[in-house]
């Protein structure tokens, strides 16, 4: 029997319109959408539905906004295939927190919160340095690892065999690039975003996301939700909370998630959010792996008549 995997969209998958269809064109997801609204303390669903994509892209609407849609793109799933039965989860980064949420971890609302909560304390460690990340295409892990130790930058993405990205400092990313481009890289892209995520730029962050997780309830998982941190599941609840601040400034270990979750036997995986970012590097990591996503609402019929198929 095949064992499933949800996992869920990350920082970047964002894009002016997520959401609109699935709120305009099933009626149970604009509960979810007014609750949101009525936990964050202002209009989320309409920054997702019509932008302007300044106001979407910034940090803090970014992160709660990707988790609102990748949620309530799960909970039409489980509408539209009331036999969906998945074994673990997983999320690129922020979406960690909606794969815990997806979990029972965290309420809905106190996973909104977080984010929106961790997305400002990110925006503000952003503000108060003078970082950049790139995308290296084309270079090995270990001589992009060479690269980084002889730029003094960090590795803060490795998603799938040939795209890993690198974050610090400014000035030492550009370094970074001319050096991966003469070690071989394809190509060496300085990605738009607002700061060096996933470095120790972020450290200014985590004593502030740990103090607001310490007001929040957690309850154990109850199914296995895969740490961006160690590559494996979590464990009980201290430990949830102490892999998420260390997520801030660790770098995300995506392709070996999706590789111990390929040795553990599954063989279908679910992307659930804006974009088909995951998709796409599980092509790279597996190609036989069956994939699945959930954008909009043609990709939900798509995948909810694909399940009820097999």
Known sequence: MS?????????????????????????????????????????????????????????????????????????????????????????????????????????????????????????EACEATKGGMAAIIGLDEAATREVCAATGVELANLNCPGQLVISGAAEKIVQACDLAKSKGAKRALPLTVAGAYHSALMAGAQPKLQSAMSSLKFQPQTVPVISN???????????????????????????ESMRYLLAQGFTRFIELGPGKALSGFMKRIDSNAQMFNVADADSLEATAKALASR
């Not at 997983?90 to 815990?100: C, N």
């Open 3 to 123: 064992k499933t995997a949800l996992i869920f969209a990350g920082q970047g998958a964002q894009a002016v319109g997520m959401g609109k269809d699935l709120a305009e064109r099933f009626p149970t997801s604009r509960a979810w959408f007014d609750r949101a609204n009525a936990a964050v303390g202002y209009d989320l669903a309409a920054v997702c539905f019509a932008g302007p994509e300044a106001e979407l892209t910034r940090t803090e609407n970014a992160q709660p906004g990707i988790f609102l849609v990748s949620w309530v793109a799960f909970q039409l799933l489980r509408e539209h295939a009331p036999g969906l039965k998945f074994d673990a989860a997983a999320g690129l980064s922020l979406g960690e927190f909606t794969a815990l949420a997806a979990a029972g971890v965290l309420s809905f609302e106190n996973g909104l919160k977080i984010v929106r909560q961790r997305g400002q304390f990110m925006q």
């Open 229 to 255: 941190v160690t590559a494996q599941p979590h464990g009980d609840v201290t430990e949830i909370q102490k892999r998420l601040v260390e997520q801030v400034t660790s770098s995300v270990r995506w392709e």
